[in-house]
C-alpha cells in the first residue's frame, strides 16, 4: 500500500516559518509529480503547491506564491514545503498527494495521500 507521511506541522506565530516534509514509500517516486493541499475547518481542500517529476518545474497558489517553496528529493522520496511569513489564514491540515498526471491543481487528480499534518498560525 502506498504510503506518504506529512511531518513538521505545528504552531506558529503570524510571521514565522515552518517546513514541512513528506515521505512516500512504496511507489515509484520519480514517475509522480507531487503537490501540497490543505484544508480549513469548514472550507474545501484547496492546492497549495505542486511540482513535477524531475523538480524542475513548480507550480503555486496565488495566495502562498512568494511565501512558499516546493521541492524534491528523488532519491529520498520526499517533497518539501518550506513555508515563511505565515498569515492566521494559512492554519490547517496540510496534506501531500502524487499524481501521475498533469492538472496539478486539481485534487481530483491525485490517487496517492498522505495522513496530513495540522498548522496552527496564531495573531
Known amino acids: 500500500q502506498v504510503q506518504g507521511v506529512e511531518s513538521g506541522g505545528g504552531l506558529v506565530q503570524a510571521g514565522g516559518s515552518l517546513r514541512l516534509s513528506c515521505a512516500a514509500s512504496?511507489?515509484?517516486?520519480?514517475?509522480?509529480?507531487m503537490g501540497w493541499f490543505r484544508q480549513a475547518p469548514g472550507k474545501d481542500r484547496e492546492f497549495v503547491a505542486a511540482?513535477?517529476?524531475?523538480?524542475?518545474?513548480?507550480y503555486y497558489a496565488d495566495n502562498v506564491k512568494g511565501r512558499f517553496t516546493i521541492s524534491r528529493d528523488n532519491a529520498k522520496n520526499t517533497v518539501i514545503l518550506q513555508m515563511s511569513s505565515l498569515k492566521p489564514d494559512d492554519t490547517a491540515v496540510y496534506y501531500c498527494?502524487?499524481?501521475?498526471?498533469?492538472?496539478?491543481?486539481?485534487?481530483?487528480?491525485?490517487?496517492?495521500w498522505g495522513q496530513g499534518t495540522q498548522v496552527t498560525v496564531s495573531v
Open positions: 511540482v513535477s517529476r524531475s523538480g524542475g518545474s513548480t
Open positions: 512504496r511507489l515509484t517516486f520519480n514517475r509522480y509529480a
Open positions: 498527494a502524487a499524481t501521475l498526471g498533469n492538472s496539478y491543481g486539481e485534487s481530483r487528480a491525485y490517487a496517492y
